[in-house]
């Protein structure tokens, strides 16, 4: 019964700690996302309206790409990580740059993707299915 007690003691104090992370991360994370397009600087795009999701657009855009079914999951599952499939995402980070649309494109690491294209679906994911292509991996994203 004393090893039963001593290892409930243990597992009561990981319990604490995680609930205490997930706690913090929580509100960390919620403060990072509270900013506007108007900060930005941009006009928003609108999807055309086809009753697809944005999940689905993005899926039929990487056949112009080749890409195998896994490298297709891949993809998706990172823009998923990164915004939510939110092709409106705005993030601003510490350093005072943004991460920008559905595939998050940080503003001062990648100036070469305007802030009109990180809100376009289709142009965000073409430069991501292209750094891919040109780089061989998606280590630029946090989620990759």
Not at 46 to 51: R, S
Not at 60 to 85: G, P, V
């Amino acid at each position: 019964m004393k090893i039963f007690y001593k290892h409930f003691q243990l597992g009561w104090k990981f319990i604490l700690i995680g609930l205490i992370f997930i706690s913090v991360f929580a509100i960390w994370s919620s403060q990072t996302i509270e900013y506007t397009h108007a900060e930005v600087n941009i006009e928003i795009p609108i999807l055309v309206e086809d009753n697809r999701t944005v999940s689905e657009h993005v899926f039929d855009l990487l056949d112009e790409y080749s890409y195998s079914l896994d490298e297709k999951i891949t993809l998706l599952a990172i823009l998923q990580c990164e915004s939510s499939m939110n092709p409106y995402a705005v993030n601003k980070n510490a350093g005072g740059s943004y991460d920008l649309g559905i595939a998050q494109w940080n503003t001062r690491y990648h100036p070469e993707i305007s802030r009109a294209c990180s809100f376009d679906v289709y142009c965000a994911v073409r430069a991501m299915a292209k750094y891919y292509v040109e780089e061989g991996h998606y280590n630029a994203w946090v989620c990759s």
